[in-house]
T-cell receptor, first 113, second 117 residues
């Protein structure tokens, strides 16, 4: 079964600290993996998109890694800010005739002052 | 702002009523998706269009749900005879695979929050 699992489910950190969110997937065949940030009451916004040949991709203070062999990805947030408080969703695109996206349930991050 | 636009942002309706939501994708995006999201969960696929053709519809979607994209531009999602279990955020997303293929980002609107009382 094609699944995307994320951990932890929720996380609380202090402003300025770093954190790492995990994503494990069993999607096959794999096309690419995406990380999205979703603020409360708003739609998800794309942070990174990685194909199987990319190990690392950065977007400002966000760095995503991908290990296609172990089917694991992580999202590292450096020097967290209050505005980083949001849900972070890992999404895998199935490599098939249809454009089918498999979503994780997200990690809810809370950054405290 | 030329992002994905959804209307209305909030809808409160009584059980049994019909509701219709509208999505205006980014101009010239050929693919359009509808998702449903409940609290603490990731978006759940409902259906998607390539231009005006509805290419896939989730088996989870009952026959009370219908979506259209008549001219390959905006789309509507209608729910007939609403039930309390339909209460959720309904998200629309669009993408264009013309330029970067499968690596194109999926752009989401801010959703329509439906509450069925």
């Amino acid at each position: 079964k094609n699944q995307v699992e994320q951990s932890p489910q929720s996380l609380i950190i202090l402003e300025g600290k770093n954190c790492t969110l995990q994503c494990n997937y069993t999607v096959s065949p794999f096309s690419n993996l995406r990380w999205y940030k979703q603020d409360t009451g708003r739609g998800p916004v794309s942070l990174t998109i990685m194909t199987f040949s990319e190990n690392t991709k950065s977007n400002g203070r966000y760095t995503a890694t991908l290990d296609a062999d172990t089917k694991q990805s992580s999202l590292h947030i450096t020097a967290s800010q209050l505005s980083d408080s949001a849900s972070y969703i890992c999404v895998v695109l199935l490599h098939s005739g249809t454009y089918k996206y498999i979503f994780g349930t997200g990690t809810r991050l809370k950054v405290l002052a | 702002d030329t992002g994905v636009s959804q209307d209305p942002r909030h809808k409160i309706t009584k059980r049994g009523q019909n509701v219709t939501f509208r999505c205006d994708p980014i101009s010239e995006h050929n693919r359009l998706y509808w998702y449903r999201q409940t609290l603490g969960q990731g978006p759940e696929f409902l259906t998607y269009f390539q231009n005006e053709a509805q290419l896939e519809k989730s088996r989870l979607l009952s026959d009370r749900f219908s979506a259209e994209r008549p001219k390959g531009s905006f789309s509507t999602l209608e729910i007939q005879r609403t039930e309390q279990g339909d209460s959720a955020m309904y998200l629309c997303a669009s993408s264009s695979e013309i330029s970067t293929g499968r690596n194109s980002p999926l752009h989401f609107g801010n959703g329509t929050r439906l509450t069925v009382t």
